[in-house]
């Protein structure tokens, strides 16, 4: 409700102006609170704008100039030598090969119908 200003009433606001505290989304890197002005969304994970580095140099990214795998951010030279580096994505950043899971599969297919 509404009161005059100039008998030195206040004013309410009605509730459906009230200050709720929003949803606290928390930055992927630092783990802080990430406010509206400093958002970034890269593959659905939220950053502060000066949070998203290259996970292997640190160098700040933008969302035009970053690649990612698994859930990790690089910038795009770093992507790409590690890439080369190994041969494949997989191998590259730690992980098993992916054709090697194939491999397990039809060994254990290869047993079950025999």
């Known amino acids: 409700e509404a009161k005059n200003n100039s008998g030195g009433s206040t004013v309410q606001r009605s509730k459906s102006f009230s200050l709720k505290a929003q949803v606290k989304e928390m930055c992927t890197a630092c783990q802080k609170t990430v406010y509206p002005?400093?958002?970034?969304?890269?593959?659905?994970?939220?950053?502060?704008?000066?949070?998203?580095?290259?996970?292997?140099?640190?160098?700040?990214?933008?969302?035009?100039?970053?690649?990612?795998?698994?859930?990790?951010?690089?910038?795009?030279p770093h992507f790409q030598q590690l890439f080369k580096s190994k041969g494949n994505y997989d191998e590259g950043f730690g992980r098993k090969q992916h054709k090697e899971l194939w491999v397990h599969k039809e060994v254990e297919s290869g047993t079950k119908s025999a």
């Not at 795998?69 to 795009?76: M, P, R, S």
């Open 37 to 76: 002005m400093e958002r970034l969304v890269a593959d659905k994970f939220v950053f502060h704008n000066a949070c998203f580095c290259c996970k292997h140099c640190h160098t700040k990214l933008s969302l035009g100039s970053y690649a990612a795998l698994h859930g990790e951010f690089y910038c795009k």
